[in-house]
């Protein structure tokens, strides 16, 4: 049989195409993917406890557009989740983005009294604001804040996950998660903000049923590609492997993910705790506040930040992004191929990011071009 498609990656770059692909040009697809699951790094399942877990760290679905919502409510109904995370900073667990409350926790009364009036007149209330930016405060006690918050929140957990100070890495990096001039205590600032109710896989796997969509797993796209007859491919593996290295290995971070099932409903206050000054991991997350589930048992993942393994963060930073450029440049060049996702296209994206980007490739660059095969 030929295809129209080789799809590589059943992630959300790879499922969104090949779902488009299949319903709206009746195009036959084939999806691989060498791992022996589909939903990429968003695949969810249940361990042996019975705890639905997240394989590859904790997934929270957080966007501002509602395009993206439309297209995935078709394939999964939604739980509203917003998610909290604490830090641990001088042996207290405060709000990470740090805000108007971890200020009050963490310094005498009247100081952080102070320091929210000056932060309030300086910003104006309910701002977001980067910490690079508040590091160039020329009032005293606003500088002396920022090297506080840079110093105990973002310092040691940049140098675990990245190797690097936060001002070497490009700033979007920091300003994910910034300083809340309010008490507003959500980790993520989006509009929607929510959990597909029966899980990531469950959607995926509803998105790639359909009998144009062939779903191959546990393998290697090069495995297949000199015998499987088809037409074009989209690629959503790591853009400098597709090229064998041609201009050296293009750096991404990678993790370590320690899963864990403890005889306790409960282990923590919240979702996610973040370590930023102590121990070798950056964060603990506890499933159940994420999923919703109850369970007599809890499950959690701690991260291991690590350079080898499994390439999952790109590592944005003016000279790697000049490396991309330079594959991306053999990319345009490639006319049977399209590079979609977080890894073709070198991007450090969230799950909604990608899925607008595979919707935008459809909609511009493929609609266009392809008659409908049927
Ligand atoms: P992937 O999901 O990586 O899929 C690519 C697939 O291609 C993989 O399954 C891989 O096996 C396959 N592949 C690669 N090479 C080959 C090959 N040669 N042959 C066959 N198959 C191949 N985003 C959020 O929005 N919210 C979050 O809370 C969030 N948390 C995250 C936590 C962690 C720890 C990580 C690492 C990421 C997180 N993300 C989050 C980001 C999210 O995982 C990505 O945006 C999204 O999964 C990217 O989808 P993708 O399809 O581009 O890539
Ligand atoms: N960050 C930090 N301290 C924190 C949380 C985040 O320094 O407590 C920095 C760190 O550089 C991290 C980045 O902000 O890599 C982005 O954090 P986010 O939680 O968005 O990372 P992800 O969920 O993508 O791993």
């Known amino acids: 049989m030929a295809f129209d498609y080789l799809i590589v990656g059943a992630g959300f770059a790879g499922a969104v195409l090949a779902e488009r692909l299949a319903t709206q040009l009746g195009k036959r ?9 589909i939903g990429g790094n968003a695949f969810d399942t249940y ?31 939604w739980r509203p989740y917003q998610h909290r995370v604490l830090g641990s900073v001088e042996g207290q667990l405060v709000p990470i983005p740090f805000n108007m409350d971890s200020l009050k926790t963490l310094f005498p009364s009247e100081y952080a009294a102070r320091l929210e009036r000056k932060l309030v007149e300086r910003y104006g209330y309910g701002v977001k604001q980067p910490i690079l930016e508040m590091m160039n405060e020329s009032d005293a006690d606003l500088k002396y804040l920022a090297e506080y918050i840079y110093k105990n929140v973002f ?3 940049t140098l675990k996950q990245w190797e690097r100070k936060p001002d070497e890495l490009d700033a979007s990096v920091t300003s994910r998660v910034p300083v809340n001039i309010s008490k507003d205590d959500r980790y993520f600032g989006d509009k929607y903000q929510m959990m597909p109710l029966h899980g990531y896989t469950k959607m995926f796997e509803r998105m790639l049923f359909h009998p144009n969509i062939k779903v191959m797993l546990n393998t290697d796209y090069r495995e297949i590609a000199e015998i499987v007859p088809f037409d074009k491919m989209i690629y959503s593996g790591p853009v400098d ?11 991404y971070r990678s993790l370590h993910f320690e899963h864990r099932t403890l005889d306790t409903a409960q282990y923590q206050p919240t ?19 994420i999923t919703g589930q109850t369970h007599d048992k809890t499950s959690i ?28 440049a053999d990319a345009l060049l490639e006319d049977k191929v399209l590079f979609v996702g977080r890894l073709a296209t070198y991007k450090y994206y969230n799950m909604d990011q ?20 049927d």
């Open 155 to 157: 310092l040691g957990y």
């Open 271 to 289: 979702g996610t705790v973040n370590y930023p000054n102590e121990y070798a991991y950056t964060r603990i997350s506890e499933f159940k506040y």
């Open 354 to 373: 990608i899925v607008a980007q595979a919707l935008s490739v459809f909609n511009k660059q493929i609609l266009p071009n392809e008659p409908r095969a």
């Open 29 to 37: 697809v084939l999806i691989v993917d060498k791992r022996t699951h």
């Open 241 to 251: 492997a597709f090229f064998d290295y041609r201009y050296g290995k293009l750096p």
């Open 301 to 328: 993942v701690t991260e291991y930040p690590r350079s080898d393994g499994d390439p999952y963060y790109p590592i944005p930073m003016p000279e790697f992004n000049a490396l991309y450029k330079r594959y991306e």
């Open 47 to 77: 361990d042996e406890s019975g705890i639905l877990i997240h394989p590859y760290g904790p997934h929270i679905f957080h966007t501002n557009s509602l395009e993206v919502i439309d297209y995935l409510s078709q394939f999964t109904q």
